[in-house]
């Protein structure tokens, strides 16, 4: 017996639709350990949306040997100098590697390896990112658009939150003079 059938979903410019998708949407007041400058923060509404999250999780969470995928949307904005960006994460299987691709837009992925050393690659529609195991990491929407960047990763990798919300990032991405520059904290 065979069978033809529809994909579960469609992946079209940079949305992603069908039944099984999950979306979460990150704001301000979601995000206030996050953004290092607490006075501009507190001026700013907490509903303030800073990114949208679609994944398809095609497999349970925690499973061997599958594979998530995501679509991730960061609105252009600052909280005083510092670009909206995501909260980060390591992995919580450290080994455990990511794709990142840029679909629209112009941004900055920040990574901090487990010795806190910092750096970033710059991000524009077509460059591809591949995250090492071992390397934290969070984007940045240095641009006036959104920045859209699709996502792939092992589904038993699972995402240790907590480590950056107590430490942070080594480096934060500011604006200088126009220009974004990675600076220590
Ligand atoms: C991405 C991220 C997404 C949102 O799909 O989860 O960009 O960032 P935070 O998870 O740090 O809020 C990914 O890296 N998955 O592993
Ligand atoms: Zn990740």
Request: glycine share 10%; aromatic share 12%; net charge negative.
């Amino acid at each position: 017996m065979s069978s033809i059938n529809d994909p579960a979903v469609l992946f079209q410019g940079t949305t992603l639709e069908g039944p099984e998708i999950d979306r979460v949407t990150r704001t301000l007041g979601d995000l206030t350990d996050v953004f290092s400058d607490k006075d501009a923060l507190a001026a700013m509404a907490a509903d303030q949306k800073v990114y949208d999250v679609a994944c398809y999780f095609p497999v349970a969470d925690g499973t061997t040997a599958g594979l998530f995928f995501g679509i991730t949307y960061i609105y252009p904005g600052k909280v005083g100098t510092e670009y909206f960006m995501t909260r980060g994460h390591f992995h919580q299987l450290r080994d455990r590697g990511e794709f990142y691709h840029c679909l629209e837009g112009e941004g900055m992925l920040i990574l901090m390896d487990e010795d806190r050393q910092t750096r970033a690659e710059k991000m524009y529609p077509g460059s591809l990112h591949y995250i090492p195991g071992h390397t934290a990491h969070r984007t940045a929407n240095t641009g006036n658009s959104m920045l859209v960047f699709s996502a792939f990763w092992p589904s038993d990798a699972g995402h240790d939150y907590q480590s950056i919300s107590e430490k942070g990032f080594s480096g934060i991405l500011v604006e200088q003079n126009g220009e974004p520059v990675l600076a220590s904290k």
